[in-house]
């Protein structure tokens, strides 16, 4: 037992100590916000440790509810561990595949994304620029060995330095300081002093000071601030966030959201900017002016795509254009350059209409786009470019910019397109009748790709876009597998809270059953379903004097309006809801056989993966979503682990020894059980009643009747049976960090008369200097720091 020494004016109950993964030693103060004290950090003994507590708050104790979440106010929760865990997205196979011109289409794709994909890190936090700025400055000065060198000749610990790259490749890996799942803050791992006393003996440094130490001034104190609101992302003084300025309330994003609704406009490529003025000379009330910005690269304004400030609900807004200029002009450039390789058609239609939407921010175009994308079927290189997902946003309306580049994996891809060829026999097993379903279900291209490159704050295992609603019902959609990332992803040495013959099972299991669980989730779950819809010739897309709701037997009275969307209503919960719902498709229609032999299951294999699957999607509910779970705001931070935790809750309420959950060490160790004989019975009956619910109210529009339900399944008891807010503390204590992918490059290479045009693959170690490299070799130049520097400026009024 090692005893730490606190200093007589410090009261020990006020103190924890944890020891982190790198054999260092963090104490955090119970009763202080951990962002006004610097924590003690990689100590090789008790004899080395200093003590520094600076400006500490007073009054901020926290009160019994809080401490339910131990964990959570730890350092660790908001730091990566030295151990960090990095892999490489391999994808030299497919790439040597491609012919010289299909590997020049894929080259420029890239580059367009790789630039886009620097727009997330405006979109997720005010310093996140200014932050990569400032290390990638510091990382093209010179290379990693010679900065240690320098930082280890002034006193800084090799664990430090560590800490240091790792915290690096952090914020490389989720564009930003907040988490690509789970939007939790990343702080580093070592002290502020060792932090400021590597940028200051870097070369970066020693050539441009004023800049560096600029940087620095700016940052320092929000890089590692704890406090309450820059815990997380969201909306006000529930989190940080830069798709609103810093004064925006959800009143405020509730006001925008009606304002674009009455314009028939939608907010995928915007962001909002609130000041304030007098309402009148008389008047002491202020009234609120918003800006709506739409990303591109013209700043001017456009009567076809900008609006004129008016007066709106006693507010004053307008539309302007212009946002995040810079950074899509070589967007644009380089989509230009890929139509010169483009196979067909609709390739070359699809980069236009791309260009105009982000030379001019009309969203119409995006839209135009990604009718050509689902046109252009079985491409050799798949990608898709823009303001796609809407999670990060806090008001479920604005999108994250996203590109990715990827070639196509034939072999997994012929199951997938199996799969969608049986799509019409498997639809009517859903619990829902024909009437809840689309008119014609438009075969989509689904395809498993090896990921080239994906630029935006993370790499999900699977896709199903576009999102605009009206594209998906009436003209279709894509999905895609990213075949490399899944086996990937999946590695785990550890599986807790099982027995061991279940571990066993998910280690032989889980990467097949999570092909199968995606290829129905992305196929079946976000493509299946009809949005009930009054149109703008007043008739309706459906029967209105014959469909009932099957909940209550009723005439269907509910609907959404001409200019009402999914999102718009749904707003924030959207998200969530609609992952649970695939989710629970893909469980309930992995118990078909015939899918299972689809992708080349039969027998007792088939019977495990069915097994497999479920346990696996409980198990994340049980072990991992609690991760995602903010106890002092009470907020999910994670749309697919609310919708994990939700379809557990499901299981459990469902009772008959389906599936169980008990403390089997008090305070140290869960044991999640689950009944493999019940799943086609006791199981299916559940997720399929849930389910049915679940797309009536989504058909309906009927976001009260969704909510009240969402929300008693997402609730985190702190007592009863299941106390899930304490287990928290358990789930915490086994959890494990998530991975980074260091991603290959491009290049070319020849060009003149004599040498044609060739591209080569750059491959890179899985390990934090690997990743620097990565993207030093990505973004050699050195304007690109004072182009982020540029835009931080333009907006730092509000948000500083």
């Known amino acids: 037992m090692i005893k730490l020494h606190i200093p007589r004016f410090i009261s020990k109950r006020m103190y924890r100590c944890l020891k982190t993964n790198s054999g260092s030693y963090h104490i955090s103060r119970r009763t202080f916000s951990a962002a006004n004290m610097e924590k003690i950090a990689n100590c090789n003994s008790i004899m080395s440790v200093k003590w520094k507590v600076n400006n500490v ?160 001034t700016k940052i320092e104190g929000r890089l590692y601030s704890l406090e309450e609101k820059a815990r997380s992302l969201g909306l006000g003084d529930k989190g940080t966030t830069t798709y609103f300025s810093a004064n925006c309330t959800t009143e405020d994003a509730d006001l925008v959201n009606r304002f674009m609704q009455s314009k028939g406009l939608e907010s995928y490529n915007a962001r909002c900017f609130k000041t304030q003025e007098a309402a009148d000379v008389s008047d002491k009330k202020n009234r609120g002016v918003y800006e709506i910005r739409l990303a591109s690269a013209e700043t001017n304004d456009d009567p076809k795509i900008t609006l004129p400030e008016e007066i709106f609900e006693d507010a004053k807004l307008k539309i302007t254009r212009g946002d995040y200029s810079k950074l899509l002009i070589p967007v644009i450039e380089n989509l230009r350059k890929a139509k010169e390789y483009a196979s067909n ?74 799969l969608v060829s049986k799509a019409e026999e498997l639809l009517p097993k859903l619990p829902w009748g024909k009437d809840y379903e689309k008119n014609e279900f438009l075969r989509p291209d689904f395809t498993s790709l090896d990921v080239l490159t994906f630029a935006g704050s993370g790499i999900p295992a699977g896709i199903n876009i576009p999102n605009y609603d009206e594209i998906r019902e009436s003209e279709g959609f894509k999905n895609v597998s990213l075949g490399n990332v899944i086996p990937a992803n999946m590695k785990q040495d550890i599986i807790p809270f099982l027995s061991d013959e279940d571990q066993a099972l998910m280690d032989k299991f889980r990467v097949q059953s999570f092909e199968v669980q995606v290829g129905l989730h992305e196929l079946l779950g976000h493509g299946s379903g009809k949005l009930f819809r009054k149109l703008a010739s007043g008739e309706y897309n459906f029967d209105i004097h014959s469909v009932r709701n099957p909940l209550d037997g009723e005439l269907v009275t509910k609907f959404f309006n001409e200019t009402e969307t999914y999102d718009s209503k749904f707003g924030a919960m959207g998200s969530s809801y609609e992952e649970c719902r695939a989710e629970a498709v893909g469980l309930y229609l992995s118990l078909e056989k015939d899918i299972l032999k689809i992708f080349g299951h039969e027998g007792q294999n088939a019977e495990d993966i069915i097994y497999v699957n479920w346990l696996s999607l409980l198990w994340n509910g049980c072990g991992k979503a609690l991760e995602m779970y903010q106890p002092s705001t009470k907020k999910w931070l994670q749309a697919h682990s609310q919708a994990r935790f939700v379809l557990l809750q499901v299981c459990l309420e469902a009772g008959e020894g389906l599936v169980s959950v008990t403390e089997t060490e008090p305070g140290k160790n869960l044991r999640l059980v689950l009944d493999r004989t019940k799943i086609p019975t006791v199981g299916k009956r559940a997720i399929g009643d849930f389910l049915r619910k679940l797309q009536v109210y989504k058909s309906l529009g009927d976001f009260d009747a969704a909510k009240e339900m969402y929300d008693k399944y997402s609730k985190v008891p702190e007592t009863g049976e299941r106390p899930w807010a304490l287990w928290r503390n358990i789930i915490l204590s086994r959890k494990q960090p998530s991975k980074i992918f260091v991603q290959s490059n491009t290049f070319i290479s020849g060009g003149s008369e004599s040498t044609p045009a060739n591209v080569v693959l750059k491959s890179y170690e899985p390990t934090c200097t690997g990743m620097i490299e990565s993207w030093v070799d990505r973004f050699p130049s050195s304007e690109l720091p004072s182009t982020l520097i540029e835009l931080w400026t333009k907006d730092q009024a509000y948000f500083f």
């Open 345 to 418: 058609d609709n390739e070359v239609q699809m980069l236009d209409k791309y260009v105009n939407h982000f030379t001019t921010g009309s969203l119409a175009d995006h839209k135009d786009g990604s009718r050509f994308w689902i046109k252009d079927k079985g491409p050799v290189i798949e990608t898709y470019i823009g303001f796609i997902e809407t999670y990060r946003d806090p008001a479920g309306q604005r999108a994250e910019f996203e590109g990715f580049v990827a070639m196509v994996n034939k072999e997994m891809s012929q199951k997938f397109t199996t």
């Open 57 to 216: 708050k007073r009054g901020h104790c926290l009160c019994h509810s809080h401490n339910l979440s131990t964990m959570s106010d730890d350092i660790s929760h908001f730091t990566l561990p030295n151990h960090q865990p990095i892999v490489a997205l391999e994808c030299k196979t497919a790439f040597n595949a491609l012919t010289d011109k299909e590997r020049l289409y894929a080259h420029y794709l890239s580059q367009a994304a790789w630039n886009g994909g620097l727009i997330v890190l405006i979109q997720t936090s005010p310093e996140s620029p200014l932050i990569f700025a400032l290390l990638h400055s510091i990382f093209c000065a010179q290379p990693v060995a010679e900065l240690k060198t320098a930082a280890l000749g002034v006193g800084v610990t090799e664990d430090e330095f560590t800490a240091f790259l790792v915290y690096a490749a952090g914020i490389y890996s989720n564009s930003g300081n907040y988490k690509s799942f789970g939007d939790s803050k990343i702080i580093p791992n070592l002290q502020k002093s060792k932090f400021e006393a590597i940028v200051r003996v870097s070369k970066a440094h020693t050539v441009l000071p004023e800049r560096i130490q600029s940087l620095w």
